[in-house]
């Protein structure tokens, strides 16, 4: 799929890996759709303003199914289409699953999987009509690996990956493809204000010694976007953390 005009609905893009990701995609002359829950800054809709390209926005909480089928609908009134979607908003509650409240469990599952779900269900109707889309869901390689204190997380985002595999088989015949990016430490706000100790174990780990740029993800997203034979995988962006 040539990006080059198409429209590009990405959820969680005010700051961070979805506000890079939808840079990117305005950089290859895509439409852009950003979305919060419940604001987008003036500063970051002014920073797209160089791209040349449309952007519109659409607030709303991906977790509850009829804001995302409204945002959906929004979206196609603004901009004509819905041709690419990432799903990229997520949240953490980080803690030892001994004394995770049953609130902090499935309030993570209820954004990053139901979420997900919620926001796939939504494009699917007006993708299978079009008999042509691409559906780009960030999981994590916590999804793949476990991690301790992210019980929550890692199942949330290894239900994506399960959630990805199962509707590319079922749209794969209409031309849609959806696939899932794993990304692994990447340079952020949260990485920014760790411990020199921690960041060095961390890094300890990563088998080319050093964090992910949230442009690499960026990059990764625009390839899925653009492969027109690639539907049902999963790519780990970590710098070899979880090869096998």
Same mark, same amino acid.
């Given at each position: ?8 609905? @990405? ?33 970051? @809709? ?159 780990? @990563? ?38």
């Amino acid at each position: 799929m040539e990006v080059k005009g198409k429209n590009v609905l @990405i959820t969680g893009s005010s700051r961070g890996i979805g506000l890079g990701i939808a840079h990117e995609f305005a950089r290859q002359g895509a439409n852009i759709i950003l979305n919060g829950r419940n604001s987008i800054s003036e500063e970051v @809709i002014e920073s797209f303003a160089s791209y040349g390209v449309q952007v519109h926005v659409v607030l709303g909480n991906v977790a509850d199914s009829s804001e995302a089928q409204r945002m959906v609908a929004e979206a196609i009134e603004y901009a004509g289409s819905v041709d690419i979607l990432v799903n990229n908003a997520g949240i953490t509650k980080d803690g030892l699953a001994l004394r995770m409240s049953e609130d902090d469990f499935e309030g993570v599952l209820k954004v990053n999987l139901t979420g997900t779900f919620n926001m796939t269900q939504a494009v699917l109707k007006p993708m299978t009509k079009a008999k042509a889309g691409a559906i780009i869901n960030l999981s994590s390689v916590v999804g793949l690996t476990g991690n301790a204190g992210q019980a929550n997380y890692a199942a949330s985002k290894a239900g994506v990956i399960g959630l990805t595999k199962s509707i590319s088989r079922e749209v794969a015949g209409r031309n849609i493809r959806v696939n899932a990016i794993a990304p692994g430490f990447i340079e952020s706000d949260m990485t920014a204000v760790l411990p020199d100790k921690i960041k060095t174990a961390m890094l300890g780990q @990563i088998p080319m010694k050093r964090f992910g740029l949230v442009q690499e993800v960026a990059e990764v997203a625009v390839f899925l976007a653009r492969q027109e034979y690639l539907t049902g995988q999963v790519i780990a962006i970590d710098g070899g953390l979880t090869m096998q």
